[in-house]
């Protein structure tokens, strides 16, 4: 595995599944958001809690899982809420303890971004260079490219810079600036609009504009258009490593090889406030609870077929 994708697995150390009771629709945001109700419905496979013990516990044996926190409901009915393993050594999980969303926040800037659209403040194919004149390529990328991750940019997490840096000090704070700087000294991958390429640079950037055109920092846009209208007040960006107690531990081993530990002897972090600064824009690098979790897989399926 590159030492670029061994980068996300401290977030990944907790699991959360969700199987929410609608699929194969597009998301509107014609209307304000709200707390999803029970009553949507659809045809789905039966679920039990036995059935879903099963899937975890082989989960968590073939990838080394230490501890999940799962909730399940088919039609607005709770199939399961369950927390497995162990959050710390002797510490049992438990399914009120906080972890870090990670990428789930995209979800929430694209629908901020979309509720600015239906407004009528920004369209999706205004060039970024309007709000940020001094980006590299921002009379060429959109608003809509980098929602869509259209835009070219190089992901910075594949730049081995950024995981020497990490690996040297996992505590260090990391701003938009530094990370865009870190892309964009490297030329676009490909004409804007013409392919796609997950790269967490165009939320960096995406985020800066928002606040650009807003006037508000992504705190408070993020509370303001998602978070309060879904009533997911146990999700938050502390502006620090910070997790909310209980909060669920997470392991790593991934600095073996920087650190030139041998193979021969054991060795894992407790990786837990290791400084996500680096992930995604300010304002979205959140932490959560399953219950969150589920609201808003809920709330994403609220649509019109």
């Known amino acids: 595995m590159a030492r670029r994708e061994l980068l996300v697995t401290p977030l990944a150390a907790a699991v959360a599944l969700v199987l929410v009771s609608a699929a194969g629709c597009q998301l509107s945001t014609q209307e304000p958001l709200s707390p999803p109700s029970a009553s949507t419905s659809m045809s789905v496979a039966p679920a039990s809690a036995a059935t879903v013990d099963k899937v975890v516990n082989e989960v968590m044996a073939s990838q080394h899982l230490r501890a999940a926190i799962v909730k399940v409901s088919v039609g607005g009915r709770e199939v399961i809420t369950k927390a497995y393993g162990e ?21 929430y800037v694209s629908i901020a971004l979309l509720q600015l ?3 009528g403040v920004v369209n999706l194919d205004d060039k970024v260079s309007r709000w940020l004149p001094d980006l590299p ?43 865009i700087a870190i892309s964009t000294k490297r030329p676009l991958l490909y004409r804007p609009g013409t392919n796609w390429n997950y790269a967490h640079t165009n939320y960096v950037i995406l985020g800066l504009a928002m606040e650009k ?4 920092p992504m705190t408070q846009i993020m509370q ?26 997470a392991y790593s081993s991934e600095r073996r090889y920087a650190l030139k530990i041998p193979a021969s002897i054991p060795f894992t972090e407790d990786a837990t406030y290791w400084n996500p600064s680096w992930t995604i824009t300010h304002g979205a690098i959140q932490t959560t609870n399953i219950d969150d979790m589920h609201t808003s897989a809920v709330a994403s399926a609220r649509v019109s077929c």
């Open 87 to 107: 959050s710390m050594p002797g510490v049992p999980a438990t399914t009120d303890m906080h972890l870090r969303n990670g990428a789930v926040a995209i979800s």
């Open 117 to 119: 659209v239906d407004e």
């Open 137 to 179: 390529y921002g009379d060429q990328v959109t608003l809509g490219q980098l929602a869509q991750m259209t835009s070219g940019y190089v992901d910075y997490v594949t730049a081995p810079e950024l995981t020497k840096l990490l690996y040297a000090d996992p505590f260090r704070t990391f701003t938009p600036e530094d990370l």
């Open 213 to 216: 055109i807003t006037g508000k």
């Open 224 to 249: 303001e258009r998602v978070l309060g209208p879904l009533g997911l007040d146990n999700t938050t960006d502390p502006g620090t490593p910070a997790i909310t107690e209980p909060a669920l531990h």
